[in-house]
T-cell receptor
């Protein structure tokens, strides 16, 4: 069955450092992969979309990579700030559907 | 632009009772999703509508859960009877429906089954 794995353990980093979060998927060939941010008590909020034919996508301090050979996406936050502390979710989607399956999420805590 | 509206925000019921959640998506969004999020886990897709038709309900426990989307706009998710393991946040999301379109989520309904 399709499986999406993210680091279940929380990631603690110092302010100003780069945070790198991992999303691995198996039995799956997504055409798109989205990343969302979720704060406590709120619904997820869209951050970035990357397509299978794109190796890398950037938006301000955020960068996403997509390696279809490794079946992995990496999400980077550069110059991290305490306000970046949240849970980050990846959600791949196959072409032909609008169905998004979410990973377990990784909780990031940026320490001042 | 108004976001996805959900109600109620919180609900506490006893097991074997029934409960209903309501969702009003963003105007013009063709696709509507219901997700269940158990504490510490990612959202799990329960059902996906395209306009007022069901696209995917493979993960919906149909013996107790039901959902409908009237006239391709508002949607209701019902649980009858509820079990303890149904305690979770129920998230509604909508999108324009094109490939790769981002999802817009409501704040969810937090359900506690005692």
């Amino acid at each position: 069955s399709q499986k999406i794995e993210q680091n279940s353990e929380a990631l603690n980093i110092q302010e100003g450092k780069t945070a790198t979060l991992t999303c691995n998927y198996t039995n799956y060939s997504p055409a798109y992969l989205q990343w969302y941010r979720q704060d406590p008590g709120r619904g997820p909020v869209f951050l970035l979309l990357i397509r299978e034919n794109e190796k890398e996508k950037r938006k301000e301090r955020l960068k996403v990579t997509f390696d279809t050979t490794l079946k992995q996406s990496l999400f980077h936050i550069t110059a991290s700030q305490p306000a970046d502390s949240a849970t980050y979710l990846c959600a791949p989607s196959t072409s032909g559907t609008y169905k998004y399956i979410f990973g377990t999420g990784t909780r990031l805590k940026v320490l001042a | 632009e108004a976001g996805v509206a959900q109600s109620p925000r919180y609900k506490i019921i006893e097991k074997r009772q029934s409960v209903a959640f309501w969702c009003n998506p963003i105007s013009g969004h063709a696709t509507l999703y219901w997700y269940q999020q158990i504490l510490g886990q990612g959202p799990k897709l329960l059902i996906q509508f395209q306009n007022n038709g069901v696209v995917d309900d493979s993960q919906l426990p149909k013996d107790r859960f039901s959902a409908e989307r009237l006239k391709g706009v508002d949607s209701t998710l019902k649980i009858q009877p509820a079990k303890l393991e149904d305690s979770a946040v129920y998230l509604c999301a909508s999108s324009l429906g094109g490939l790769g379109e981002k999802l817009f989520f409501g704040s969810g309904t937090q359900l506690s089954v005692l």
